[in-house]
C-alpha cells in the first residue's frame, strides 16, 4: 500500500506490527522475563506508531474537512 498510494499511515502500522511480531517471538522463545524492559518498549513503541498511522490515515483522507460539529 505504501509503494502504490505513498500514504506513510501503511508504513507505520507495517512497523508497527513488525515490533509486535518481534515481542511475541521473545515471549515464545521464553526471553520475555529476562527481557522485561525492552519488551516493554517494544510494545510501547508499537502501539505509539499504531496511533501516528491512525491520525495520519485521517489526514490523509479525501474530502475531509475538519471536525463534525454535533
Known sequence: VY??????SALLVGVAFGLFGISHIYTILGLGSSWEGAMITVRTSGYILV????????????????????
Do not use: N
Request: hydrophobic share 40%.
Open 51 to 70: 496511533i501516528a498511522a491512525l491520525y495520519l490515515s485521517l489526514k490523509e483522507m479525501p474530502g475531509r474537512r475538519g471536525p463534525v460539529s454535533p
Open 3 to 8: 509503494t502504490k498510494r505513498e500514504a506513510a
